[in-house]
């Protein structure tokens, strides 16, 4: 069994709203997975059902092979969206109480809480209630209580909203820290530079409906342009420039760099290939920068919303 998780046509309806409709996903085991798309499309809804808050009007979810059933709760590490502690009661008691409904003994709560709160440079909070503390140390308690029982399955919903650079790079951090030691990992976002960094997978879920999934790398083949990034030095810019325009087509340079005369974006017909385009360019002037644009997360989202 390759996946962990797998849901199977899920759909579901607030009154006459359909929140999802036949919504399919198949999470691989060790992998990162994004549910991406843009406010509203339904990610919450389906995360809410992953985790057994809310049941689906169709369609099945399962866990390793097997339906879903209660206990999977100490499978399921889960930080929702709206970020939920009781604001006042201690921090320590109340990370333990969460560990052990999450099925742990007190004992081995205390030591994995030991070890998170020096990790993350939290110690001296034992005793603060959530109140006290800023935003930031709230949200640091709430992913520790997340990941503290090892679950095999962590899901974070929108897990960077609210929280500053430095502790978004934290939480990345441990996030593929994690990943490196076992867990698999759904995460929601509408934000694009976490998923360059992060997901190996993702699905892209626009008003209710999948409408791409699959392996990031292979979705970012299908979206590539056969475009170069070209960046050239030479005495006669004008006469390279015009010489490369009868070839080839050239696009404005859409990247940024420090010193070249030539910045061109040049995308080949079918029949050439990238080599075709450097010996070119190489008996024309000296090439400081080849490069081929790989779309962007962010380009392949507006793309495919557009469309749809
Ligand atoms: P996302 O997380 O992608 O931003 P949600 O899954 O939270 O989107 O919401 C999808 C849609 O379903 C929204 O239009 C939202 O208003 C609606 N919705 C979600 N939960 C409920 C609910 N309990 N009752 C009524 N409508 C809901
Ligand atoms: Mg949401």
């Avoid at 709560?109 to 209630?129: Q, S």
């Avoid at 959530?130 to 899901?155: N, W």
């Avoid at 050239?250 to 070249?260: E, G, Q, S």
Wanted: hydrophobic content about 40%.
């Amino acid at each position: 069994m390759n996946n962990l998780l797998v849901a199977e046509n899920v759909s579901k309806h607030f009154g006459d709203f359909k929140a999802l409709n036949d919504v399919s996903i198949a999470v691989p085991k060790g992998s990162i997975f994004g549910l991406l798309g843009p406010n509203g499309a339904g990610k919450t809804t389906l995360i809410r059902i992953i985790n057994q808050i809310t049941m689906p009007d169709k369609g099945k979810v399962y866990l390793d092979g097997e339906a879903l059933k209660p206990t999977d709760i100490q499978n399921i590490g889960y930080l929702p969206e709206e970020r939920g502690l009781y604001k006042s009661m201690k921090v320590g008691e109340q990370a333990l109480y969460l560990a052990q409904l999450k099925g742990m003994s007190k004992q081995d709560a205390k030591a994995r809480l030991k070890y998170w709160f020096e990790r993350l440079e939290i110690g001296d909070w034992w005793n603060k209630k959530i109140q006290e503390l800023s935003k930031g140390q709230a949200q640091k308690i709430q992913f520790i209580v997340t990941v503290l029982h090892r679950p095999k399955l962590l899901i974070f919903d929108e897990p960077f909203s609210g929280f500053d650079p430095i502790n978004a790079t934290l939480i990345k951090d441990e996030i593929l820290q994690l990943r490196e030691e076992g867990a698999t990992v759904i995460f929601s976002t509408h934000r694009m530079e976490s998923v360059e960094e992060l997901c190996d997978h993702i699905a892209l879920i626009h008003r209710s409906n999948k409408i791409l999934d699959g392996k990031l790398i292979d979705i970012k083949r299908q979206f590539k342009t056969n475009t170069f990034e070209v960046g050239l030095q030479t005495q006669d810019s004008e006469a390279v420039v015009s010489s490369i325009k009868e070839r080839f087509e050239v696009l404005p340079a859409t990247f940024k760099n420090l010193n070249d005369d030539i910045k061109l974006n040049v995308k080949l017909a079918e029949n050439v290939s990238s080599n075709d385009l450097l010996s070119f360019l190489t008996s024309k002037a000296e090439v400081h920068h080849f490069v081929e644009v790989i779309p962007s997360a962010n380009d392949i989202f507006i793309q495919t919303v557009k469309r749809n």
